[in-house]
């Protein structure tokens, strides 16, 4: 059996196998609150992150539980300013929910969206904001939404299996951890 990591910031628990990846997250947030005065103070809503051992981009918000599931490669391959405003676009759904927004379709992610485009405008990164913006061009989100053609994968379907396991393990205090 692997080992789980976890360090606590703040009130966020960022626990994965990758010791790495948890304190490359750890940076994104502390980033988010030295840029405080921006108005993107809501990130630190998130309770966890659980970094699922899988190598793909599929991420998940579980926004009633305020737990986001990343995969590894997702953070890895993230510049610190477009994961800090990942974390943000992530956050923000849970203030939709709270706000009643409960679908995870074309109007969670429009809000969500631009909360995350105008943080990479505050900070005048241009060239994330240019990919943020091909990517929401694409509709990444159509799956969820119940309007695309294709049904995603059975292993699409097995990972996010997995992944709804691991919260469930996170929630119920079944993943044994050390911490940093």
Not at 34 to 42: C, M, P, Q, Y
């Amino acid at each position: 059996m692997e080992t789980w990591y976890k360090k606590t910031y703040r009130a966020t628990d960022i626990i994965s196998r990758n010791q790495n990846i948890i304190t490359k997250l750890q940076r994104a947030f502390v980033y988010i609150e030295r840029l405080n005065e921006l108005g993107f103070d809501f990130a630190q809503d998130i309770r966890c992150v659980l970094v699922y051992p899988g190598n793909d981009y599929y991420t998940e918000m579980f926004a009633p539980d305020r737990i986001w599931v990343v995969q590894p490669k997702t953070v890895r391959e993230s510049g610190l300013n477009y994961l800090t405003s990942l974390l943000i676009h992530e956050a923000w759904h849970i203030v939709q929910w709270r706000k009643g927004v409960h679908n995870v379709g074309s109007r969670a992610e429009r809000g969500a969206y631009l909360k995350q485009r105008k943080f990479l405008a505050a900070i005048h990164d241009s060239s994330s904001i240019r990919w943020l913006d091909k990517a929401y061009k694409e509709k990444w989100w159509k799956d969820a939404d119940g309007d695309h053609e294709t049904r995603p994968s059975s292993n699409q379907d097995a990972v996010r299996s997995e992944i709804v396991r691991l919260v469930r393990r996170y929630k119920a205090g079944k993943i044994k951890t050390v911490r940093m």
